[in-house]
């Protein structure tokens, strides 16, 4: 039997992106995604993620700046175009944007703190009333076309991607060697690389112990566009003292075509993804559409199609990237993974590879893993 290099399982955004990055190192890499090109079960499909530059921990900020090179990249590579670089707008009850704008300013990402009246005149779809800290480099990544790109470019380096091929079993033969069970017989590989989202703890029950990853179906929604008059960006709203009726911090960003897109973020119900509804809960939605009536004069709140996903969050929110044996893991990427997807590919291209990754992400911060 055929041992290949890697055998990478789960071909959204991450998957993709550590097969590309693989395949750009010359390794025999396999990539197996369980459903049909373009699906929406999981969490990588869809027009529209932010690329929000917002952060202050330097390992974050690091990938930012690696990621921004690398989607660039992929760009020249594939004559796609992924990146548009519309600004993002943070405003609301944000106490670490001092700490976040020193942490940019270091890395050399420019930001800019404007006073709500000028942010008003130039987003006037947008209502705020605090300081708005605007990062003008940041903006929104088209996800479906950054999934197929990142797949095209793997492709043609010589991965081999394989679609419709849901794993059955994983066994750990040896320190450099496993079996993966498909439907149609099995295939092995010196290394592999689980990048299944919410698929992950059932994937690897009784081989490599993890945190709590909680999967939710969230439920942002897109609203009909009633400004025109400036270019959206995206933007990330917290909730002030008064906000009690406020289920989370909001994000939200123009999707072309499709209307302003806007959600609470991690507030959906628990669910096994394997069985979920697909089906907004109405009283978030119905709440959300409040907020968009409040906060977004721009926004139709009463012209609304309500979106699913799933987020699969670790206990601190940050995503988990590690090595155990022959066995890589990058999951829990927490709803804010997606913007940094070509350098978490590099990351775990780098643990199949035998490099480990920044502390900050890997399974030791979590005493029982």
């Known amino acids: ?26 390794r025999d890499v396999v990539l197996l995604e369980r459903f049909a090109p373009g699906h929406a079960r999981g969490a990588s499909h869809g027009a529209s993620r932010n690329f929000n530059v917002a952060y202050a921990e330097p390992a974050h900020v690091a990938l930012l700046v690696e990621a921004e090179r690398r989607w660039r990249e992929l760009e020249a590579e594939t004559g796609t175009s992924l990146l548009a670089q519309v ?20 890395a050399g990402i420019p930001s800019q703190f404007l006073p709500p009246e000028e942010a008003s005149r130039r987003w006037p779809g947008i209502r705020f ?6 990062t003008p480099t940041a903006g929104r990544l088209h996800a479906d076309d950054s999934v ?39 295939l092995r590989a010196r290394r592999v690389v689980v990048t299944a989202g919410a ?42 003292p008064d906000d009690d009726w406020w289920y989370s911090g909001v994000y939200g960003m123009l999707t072309p075509g499709e209307g302003v897109k806007a959600g609470w973020h991690g507030t959906g119900p628990v669910v096994d993804p394997d069985r979920r509804d697909f089906e907004a809960e109405p009283v978030q939605l119905t709440a959300l559409r409040r907020y968009v009536r ?11 199609t309500a979106i699913s996903c799933t987020y699969t969050t670790t206990p601190d929110s940050v995503f988990l990237l590690d090595a155990v044996g022959p066995i890589v ?22 643990l199949a590879d035998g490099r480990p990754a920044p502390g900050v992400f890997r399974l030791g911060r979590f005493p029982r893993a």
Do not use: C, Y
């Open 1 to 26: 039997m055929t041992v290949h290099d890697v055998i990478v399982i789960g071909g959204g955004a991450m998957g993709s992106a550590t097969a590309w990055d693989l395949a750009r190192r010359g």
């Open 87 to 106: 600004g993002i707008v943070n405003h609301g009850d944000h106490p670490e944007l001092d700490e976040v704008h020193a942490a940019l300013a270091a």
């Open 129 to 134: 009333t605090t300081r708005v800290l605007h």
């Open 148 to 186: 197929r790109a990142l797949q095209q470019a793997a492709a043609a380096r010589g991965a081999i991607v394989r679609h419709e091929a849901p794993v059955r079993g994983i066994r750990v033969l040896g320190d450099d060697l496993v079996e993966v069970d498909l439907d149609d017989g099995a």
């Open 199 to 240: 698929w992950t703890s059932k994937l690897l029950d009784g081989l490599v112990t993890l945190p709590s990853l909680v999967v939710t179906q969230e439920q942002p929604a897109h609203f009909a566009v009633l400004d025109t008059s400036f270019e959206w960006p995206g933007f990330n709203h917290r909730p002030g």
């Open 294 to 304: 409040e906060w977004l004069p721009g926004a139709d709140a009463d012209r609304v």
């Open 329 to 350: 893991v990058g999951a829990g990427f927490s709803g804010h993974g997606f913007k940094f997807t070509p350098a978490i590919g590099r990351v775990l291209a780098d």
